[in-house]
């Protein structure tokens, strides 16, 4: 059996998260029991969610546990098989974590899952056709629940969720607005995307100046939010949301460090008779039939064509994390071990 490298969390942060929390760990892997496969990874899926979890506190999911494997998607191929419903050279997406190779027990039900990559990329599924889609499409669809002409406006818009959430509202006939940090991310969002507008929020590093640029932007108000972030740009969304706007509260990077993410004005939450539902789309396996074979399709035409920033080898995964968590990444995040 192959000798595997690992990254593990070493130690728990405190404040800002730092390589020193993660440590590489080589492995022996052990040998297949019945009903188990060998997957080989291509590729690791970084995502902003993981920070909260290296913290020991109350949250959505369990907290990574110190000296094991450090949790997340995974894409690959089967390499060794003891179960008879997956063969040597499937490709397959799964919960392998920072490692080269897993050992999974497919008959557990979610465990593993077989893709087609004859027209989307084995890449794409920890991205456009996975979870961060999956979240763009719950959110849109299930909470925001947009009529045509409605205005959504949606952060971190270069990113796996926001590219894939562009592509869904501009196809229900929304005016969609992104924020972004940068120009070069912002011409992406709007150039090959096909936002109608996107705001730098490097330009605009207040609610003032953000409020403006929102009323600018977004001309008949704002009918419906997903939050990524949290922070200032929530104060500045919720001066200028209609009434009965809708809001997906999906992530709070801006707090992931600790920090409390206080509401300047939660009365506007009353004044415009707002709905904030938060999600975690794990919990909602119903829709990804649905929301899977649409994003599928958007990508397959070319009507969503989600960019990437891979970082090559296990080594590299930590500081590609921690990057990530400072918007360094353009599009989905992933490492590359193949």
């Not at 020991?56 to 998607?73: E, I, T």
């Not at 499409?137 to 947009?146: D, E, N, T």
């Not at 096909?194 to 600018?216: N, T, W």
């Not at 909602?284 to 920033?309: C, D, F, I, N, Q």
């Amino acid at each position: 059996m192959p000798v595997n490298k690992q990254i593990h969390l070493d130690n728990r942060p405190e404040g800002e998260a730092t390589a020193s929390n993660f440590k590489l760990v080589t492995a022996e892997t052990p040998a297949l029991a019945d009903n188990q496969v060998l997957v080989r990874h291509h590729f690791l899926s970084l995502d902003p969610y993981m920070r909260g979890r290296m913290n020991d506190s109350k949250s959505y999911a369990a907290s990574q546990p110190v000296g094991h494997v450090f949790q997340g998607g995974t894409v690959g191929e089967v390499v060794e098989s003891k179960n008879a419903k997956y063969k040597v050279g499937d490709k397959v997406v799964g919960f392998g974590g920072w490692q080269e190779y897993s050992v999974v027990d497919a008959s557990q039900p979610g465990s593993l899952k077989k893709v087609d990559t004859t027209h989307v990329p084995l890449s794409h599924y920890l991205g456009a056709v996975g979870m961060p889609g999956v979240t763009a499409w719950y959110g849109l669809v299930k909470i925001i629940a947009p009529k045509e002409g409605d205005t959504v406006v949606i952060t971190a818009a270069s990113g796996a969720v926001g590219s894939a959430f562009g592509a869904l509202a501009k196809a229900r006939g929304c005016r969609v607005v992104g924020i972004a940090g940068g120009p070069d991310k912002c011409k992406y969002v709007t150039d090959e995307l096909g936002f109608d507008a996107c705001i730098d929020y490097r330009q605009h590093p207040d609610v003032r100046s953000m409020s403006a640029a929102l009323k600018e932007a977004c001309p008949k108000g704002i009918d419906g939010y997903f939050e990524n972030v949290g922070g200032y740009i929530f104060d500045a969304v919720l001066l200028r949301c209609n009434a009965f706007a809708r809001i997906a509260l999906c992530g709070m990077i801006a707090g992931y460090d600790g920090a409390p993410l206080p509401l300047a004005n939660p009365s506007l939450i009353l004044i415009n008779r707002l709905k904030i539902e938060g999600f975690i789309v794990s919990e909602h396996m119903e829709v990804w039939p649905e929301a899977l074979a649409e994003l599928g399709a958007l990508v397959g035409s070319g009507k969503l064509r989600p960019r990437e920033t891979i970082a090559q080898g296990i080594e590299a995964a930590p500081e590609a994390f921690l990057g990530l968590l400072k918007g360094k990444n353009f599009g989905k995040q992933l490492v590359k071990l193949i």
